[in-house]
């Protein structure tokens, strides 16, 4: 009777376990998925790309804009990591012909995530190197700033507004929350693995510590 009991009690602390393995698995399930259509899309695309370049035509802007709309740049929660995987999947099938693909590719990517919008300015003392970037209305204290694989990437949400035309002819407006991501490289001679980031009067400033310095605390 102790024994039913027991195995009684027990259930009852497992059932909820259970159920979180189990929406952490369809969670999980559902990123491969979306990683699949992803691989799927590209395999699809190396194909085009393929044809293009054995017929000797350049890569354009509106060959990458047809795969990477600007809702790709919206929902995907690290774009630059992304672009980066598709560009090593499509290398590792184009072979000695991927220099073609990369420069084209290299350039749309810096200008579709460039930080120009931002103003950047670099200064530098003798002991850091400094950034400073405009900050979007009411964003300064919400820009995120992440520093990986020598670059910052920034990202930041905008409130935009859309104007419709309505079947009777009126006008009517509504509002968005739109997410922006900008990345830009490290400038020369900053230690990325040794800034703070500040943020007052519409601005946000990155201050790295010099490469090679060795009597300041690491920032991060």
Known sequence: MNTIRLAAVLAVFAAPAMAQD???????QEADQISRDMIRNVDAWIGDITRKLDSDKPMTAKDFDSVFGESFFTDSQDPIGDLEKVQQRVNARLG???????????????????????????????????????????AEDAMKVDIAGGLIKMSYTRQESRRVTNA?????????????????????????????????????RIIFDRLGKKDAEASK
Do not use: I
Not at 96 to 125: H, I, T
Not at 171 to 194: H, I
């Open 22 to 28: 189990r929406q952490q698995e369809a969670a999980a």
């Open 168 to 204: 009777d002819g009126s006008v009517s407006s509504s509002s968005f929350s739109r997410t922006l991501r900008r990345a830009m490289a490290v400038p020369k001679g900053a230690d990325p693995a040794r800034y703070r980031v500040s943020a007052e009067k519409n601005r946000v």
């Open 96 to 138: 000695d012909r991927k220099g073609k693909f990369d420069e084209p590719y290299g350039k749309w990517m810096g200008g579709k995530l460039s930080a120009a919008d931002l103003n950047p300015e670099v200064s530098r003392d003798a002991g850091h190197v400094t950034v400073d970037l405009d900050a979007p209305k009411d």
